[in-house]
C-alpha cells in the first residue's frame, strides 16, 4: 500500500471516531433536553393547582361577603322597619 491509501484510511478511520463521538454527545444533549422539559411541565401543572386553589380562596372571599352583605341589609331593614314603627 502506498502512503495516500494509509493517509485516506486513517483519515477515514478518525473522521468514524469523532462522528460516534459527536452522535454520543447528541444524545446525552437530547436526555438533558427532556428531562429539562419534564422539570418545566411538572411547574407549570403545579402552577396550574396553585392558581386554582387561590381563585377557589378569592370565590370563597366574595361568598363570604356577599353573605355579610346580605345579612347588613337584613339588619339595617329591620332597623328601619323599628324606627317606623
Known amino acids: 500500500m502506498d502512503t495516500v491509501q494509509i493517509t485516506i484510511i486513517a483519515i477515514s478511520f478518525i473522521l468514524t471516531m469523532l462522528i460516534v463521538a459527536l452522535g454520543v454527545q447528541v444524545w446525552y444533549i437530547l436526555k ?25 380562596g378569592v370565590a370563597s372571599m366574595g361568598g363570604l361577603l356577599s353573605g355579610i352583605k ?8 329591620f332597623r328601619k322597619k323599628e324606627e317606623t314603627a
Open 32 to 56: 438533558e433536553f427532556r428531562i429539562s422539559i419534564e422539570k418545566m411541565n411538572k411547574m407549570l401543572e403545579d402552577g396550574g393547582k396553585m392558581t386554582g386553589a387561590v381563585s377557589e
Open 70 to 77: 346580605a345579612g347588613l341589609s337584613l339588619f339595617s331593614a
